[in-house]
């Protein structure tokens, strides 16, 4: 009996995490309008490839990389100017559209407002209002005294606003912004400990988002 009700409980959740994306027919997408009617403009075979650790330390980047499996699509294509792309589960944004490092990261969570996802330091630090000397002092300062390669490691949360269609980077100095008007949820970060963690500000924006679905 007490299995039963934690297969059910585990289903119950799987449902309710998957149910918090929406799906995208698989395919690439031109642009984000594409991506708001869920409509790709290009279809091809192309591989996910998860990157390893090694290989963003040596070139930097985000998580995600498209290796074209159809001989007519072009790497340079992939990675420089398709703007997302969707296997059918996943939706995966071109983060070199916005100035954040090159190659993809996955949307973690959405609603009728936001997309939700973690990626590199920006490119252009102007274009998200930071200047490098805060930098180290943020996001409870896992950007102090460590070396280039390590950096590129370094994920931090973003918000996608639909409406604008602008991307924003979500510290601990702003993500009440956000999440204000969740009381509840508010008052659970207000008590969090490590305010300025990474994961932190993700599960708490995931959770927001989600809320408002």
Do not use: H
């Not at 039963?4 to 799906?23: D, G, W, Y």
């Not at 398709?82 to 100035?99: R, V």
């Not at 994920?155 to 509840?184: A, F, H, M, Q």
């Amino acid at each position: 009996m007490r299995n039963s009700i934690s297969l059910f409980i585990l289903a119950l959740f799987c449902n309710i995490t998957f149910a918090q994306m929406e799906s995208y027919p698989k395919g690439g997408y031109a642009n984000l309008q594409e991506v708001f009617d869920k409509t790709p403009s290009s279809e091809f075979n192309v591989e996910i490839e998860r990157r390893s650790k090694g290989k963003i330390k040596m070139v930097a980047g985000n998580d995600y990389q498209l290796n074209p499996i159809d001989k007519l699509v072009k790497n340079k294509f992939l990675k420089n100017e398709l703007y997302a792309y969707s296997d059918g589960s996943i939706l995966l944004l071109n983060c070199k559209k916005y100035e954040i490092q090159f190659w993809y990261s996955k949307i973690e969570a959405e609603n009728d407002n936001y997309f939700v996802f973690r990626a590199g330091l920006p490119s252009n630090f102007e274009r998200y209002g930071l200047e490098a000397s805060n930098l180290p002092y943020m996001f409870g300062g896992i950007i102090s005294g460590i070396s280039a390669a390590k950096r590129a490691l370094i994920r931090l949360p973003y918000i996608l606003d639909k409406k604008s269609e602008e991307v924003y980077i979500v510290s601990e100095e702003d993500i009440l912004e956000y999440i204000g008007d969740n009381k509840d949820l508010k008052e659970k970060y207000v008590n969090e400990p490590q305010k300025g963690d990474v994961d932190i500000l993700m599960r708490y924006l995931i959770e927001w988002v989600n809320s408002s679905n």
